[in-house]
């Protein structure tokens, strides 16, 4: 029903940067409102992990480990959530996965969380 797109995963060098993007879309109609956007990481044998949130109105939440590196943003228009990924370490290897959280489709549809398929970030040299 809803679907998100993410893209922008792949290598990088440590210190290197990548942008991740993430667009929330709803076959030929469209989104009411989405409340929080944001993006989580898994890395093999670990449990999935809160990255980065952000609300309709643009308050954030950054998880310690990345603070100050990774900044997330929201473009509302297009429901569409991007996480600009600097100075990358070994450790930031992981999957990467899109959330959208309390989708309206309507204003008056019960709200739904939905996640991406997720994308592969891999920092090495």
């Known amino acids: 029903q809803v679907r998100l797109a993410e893209s922008g995963g792949g290598l990088v060098q440590p210190g290197g940067s990548l942008r991740l993007s993430c667009a929330a879309s709803?076959?030929?109609?469209?989104?009411?409102?989405?409340?929080?956007m944001g993006w989580y990481r898994q890395a093999p044998e670990k449990q999935r992990e809160l990255i980065a949130t952000?609300?309709?109105?643009?308050?954030?939440v950054y998880a310690d480990s990345v603070q100050g590196r990774f900044t997330i943003s929201r473009d509302n228009a297009n429901n569409a959530v991007s996480l600009q990924m600097n100075s990358l370490k070994p450790e930031d290897t992981a999957v990467y996965y899109c959330?959208?959280?309390?989708?309206?489709?309507?204003?008056?549809?019960?709200?739904?969380?939905?996640w991406g398929q997720g994308t592969q970030v891999i920092v090495s040299s």
């Open positions: 709803v076959g030929s109609g469209s989104i009411f409102s989405i409340d929080v």
């Open positions: 952000v609300t309709s109105r643009g308050t954030t």
């Open positions: 959330n959208a959280e309390s989708v309206r489709i309507r204003s008056w549809s019960l709200p739904g969380n939905y």
